[in-house]
Structures are given as C-alpha cells and as structure tokens.
C-alpha cells in the first residue's frame, strides 16, 4: 500500500510540475488520472519494491549529492579531451564488480556508470558490469570500487 501511495504522488506531482495549470476541473482530472494509472500498475502487480523503490528514498539524499558531484568532474574530463587535441583517449572495455546483491541494486550502479559521462555500461550479469570507457583513468576509477560502495551502501547491501 505504501508504494502505491508514493507512485500515486509521485505521479502527481510530476502531472502538476509538467502541466502547470492549476485550475480545478485540471486538478481534478489529473487526480483521476493519477488514481486510474496506479489501479492499472497495481492490477499488472508493478507496483513492488523493486518497481518503485520508495525504501531508497532517504539513502538516496546522499547518494545523489555525490554522483551529481561526479557528474560534472566526469563532464569536465570530457569537454577538457574533447577541446584539447594532445589529451589522449584511449577507449577501454573493463569488467567491474557489482557487490549489490538486488536487482534494483545492481541496475542503479550501472545506471549511475552510464549516467557519467565518459562511460557506458554495456551489460550487466553474474554480480559484473562490462563497462566501455572513453579512458583508461575513467577505467581505473571504476575499478577502484568508490562508486561501487556508496551505491552498495545506498541499498543496503554493504
């Protein structure tokens, strides 16, 4: 019940934010459509934990701080290569360890890979993520395992 109470505001919030009329027959009908929307997912039984983490919702305060902060560092690597001539790239495939044990786990880390620039998880399977990098320094962070423990420890697992 909980899940479908959170996807239900969630989905709202996200309806007003996008439509931004605040009218009351608008108001009402996104509410309708809100609540006809989660009575499918929950008929189709998706909405679960895995479905709609809302368990992650506090460790994920943290996380996202980091892995924005990441984002821009990684950003500025690549427009710095891609400005620069003499700065090498040399493209890399690595094979990473994913210490998640869930699902859910396992696809936010190589979500999060795939979120950096430089770097795109190419598949993920048998506790590995295959990892294309535009570098071997952005290769080598990765193995270094830093990603890998503050997404282990967001879900749980560490």
Not at 108 to 134: F, K, W
Request: with cysteine; aromatic share 6%; charged share 20%.
């Amino acid at each position: 019940m909980l899940h479908a109470v959170s996807l239900g505001l969630v989905l709202y919030g996200a309806w007003l934010l996008m439509s931004g009329h605040f009218e009351p027959l608008l108001l009402g009908l996104g509410v309708v459509s809100c609540v006809l929307v989660v009575l499918i997912s929950r008929r189709m039984d998706v909405v679960d934990r895995e479905g709609h983490p809302v368990h992650l919702t506090w460790a994920g305060l943290s996380y996202w701080p980091w892995l924005v902060r990441e984002i821009v560092k990684a950003n500025y690597d690549v427009v710095k290569r891609s400005l620069h001539p003499s700065m090498p790239i040399s493209p890399t495939v690595v094979r990473v360890k994913a210490s998640q044990r869930s699902d859910v786990g396992q696809v936010i880390y190589a979500n999060s890979i795939t979120l950096t620039p430089g770097t795109i998880s190419v598949d993920v399977g048998g506790g590995e993520i295959l990892v294309h990098a535009l570098t071997r320094e952005g290769a080598a962070s990765l193995e270094e395992g830093e990603m890998d423990r503050r997404c282990a420890r967001m879900v749980g697992d560490a």
